[in-house]
């Protein structure tokens, strides 16, 4: 059974960066396209950024480009989510999933993926 663990969430100011990892089990990493998604209460969870499984396709949201960079290790079973220039509205629970997928195609919708983690809360302080 995936297992996803998410890490690096925390409080940090307008403007400044920070981190977010994800380490993988369970299963072989390589056989999954891997994405962040994010949510504020009451809304739904949305798509934040993806990655394919060998790591050449990225995919991010409008409301990220420029600013937020996903990657991935695969000897590491791990993705990264490097979020730059952090603005309030930021502000989310982000959380990992797995879609265990033949294609290289990076899906954005929460039904694709099979696996996600607990979630990690990133504040952004104005």
């Known amino acids: 059974q995936v297992q996803l663990v998410e890490s690096g969430g925390g409080l940090v100011q307008v403007g400044h960066s920070l981190r977010l990892a994800c380490t993988f089990s369970?299963?072989?990493?390589?056989?999954?396209?891997m994405a962040w998604f994010r949510q504020t209460p009451g809304k739904e969870r949305e798509f934040v950024a993806g990655i394919s499984r060998g790591g050449k396709v990225t995919n991010r949201a409008d409301a990220v480009k420029g600013r937020f960079t996903i990657s991935r290790d695969n000897p590491k079973n791990t993705i990264y989510l490097q979020m730059n220039s952090l603005k309030p509205e930021d502000t989310a629970v982000y959380y990992c999933?797995?879609?265990?997928?033949?294609?290289?195609?990076?899906?954005?919708?929460?039904?694709?993926?099979?696996?996600w983690g607990q979630g990690t809360q990133v504040t952004v302080s104005s």
């Open positions: 369970g299963d072989i990493f390589g056989a999954y396209a």
């Open positions: 999933a797995a879609d265990q997928t033949i294609s290289g195609v990076v899906q954005t919708t929460t039904v694709a993926y099979d696996s």
